[in-house]
């Protein structure tokens, strides 16, 4: 079984349309996105529009919590915020639908996913998460690996039992310890924030016990060019090259 997981497209068409073409070449068997499909970019409408199309489901992110319960707003900064509540008004009918269904995880092929810690937060980042809670967590979660989003940054946390191990996670194949546990830090589809403005994704094969990590150049003046003319803050383009 090979799975592609991504996470936080952000309203990044051009992106995710460049990583689902490379999946399509890829001989995968199933696609899951971590959630944050919308936000920050100027196609969250098309962006959910063509996850739905895909068929592929999504966990719930900060960004889509925002839609379902808009209690959450004041967890933003006052400029998110009001790009978020533009967002939430450009969405139709049935991708508001298709966010309000979505739930904080899910648990396929072995696998756990969630957007920002487990086992369900969508709002805790991995680095607020202290050694003894990360230990914690995977004495509570059955599932040998789990895969984040949210902080747009590459890396795994493996386990043993007893110590935690914080392991780069570069592009192209890593292989697993059959003995160790993991989250899987995927980074970003739409907003990399790893130094590299590539989309990334991963595909996890269950055969090869393998992770492969993706890094997909796309067109990214052109959607610069899309957020300022929406009007959206500058450095939501400028932090994309």
């Known amino acids: ?29 199933d696609i899951l996105s971590l959630g944050d499909n919308i936000g920050y970019g100027p196609d969250s409408e098309p962006v959910m529009a063509l996850l739905r199309d895909r068929r592929i489901p999504s966990v719930l992110g900060n960004h889509e919590l925002v839609i379902k319960k808009p209690g959450f707003y004041k967890w933003f900064n006052p400029t998110v915020r009001e790009t978020l509540q533009k967002t939430a008004a450009a969405l139709s009918a049935e991708n508001i639908q298709a966010i309000c269904d979505m739930e904080p995880f899910l648990v396929r092929h072995g ?60 592009e192209g194949i890593t292989r697993l310890d059959a003995d160790r546990r993991y989250i899987v830090n995927i980074g970003s589809v739409g907003q990399p924030r790893d130094g590299d403005n590539r989309a990334k994704y991963v595909i996890r094969d269950t055969a090869e016990d393998t992770l492969e990590t993706r890094f997909i150049p796309y067109d990214i003046e052109s959607v610069v060019k899309k957020i300022l003319a929406a009007g959206y803050p500058g450095y939501f383009a400028r932090r994309l090259r």
Request: aromatic share 10%; with cysteine.
């Open 1 to 29: 079984m090979r799975i592609a997981v991504l996470a936080d497209i952000h309203g990044n068409l051009e992106a995710f349309q460049a990583v689902l073409a490379d999946i399509d070449r890829a001989d995968i068997d």
């Open 111 to 170: 696998c756990r996913f969630v957007h920002g810690f487990p086992p369900k937060s969508p709002l805790l980042y991995l680095f607020q998460a202290s050694e003894k809670k990360q230990r914690r967590v995977f004495s509570r979660i059955g599932e040998r690996l789990c895969f984040i989003g949210h902080t747009h940054d590459l890396g795994l946390v493996a386990f043993d039992g007893d110590h935690l191990r914080y392991l780069p996670l570069p």
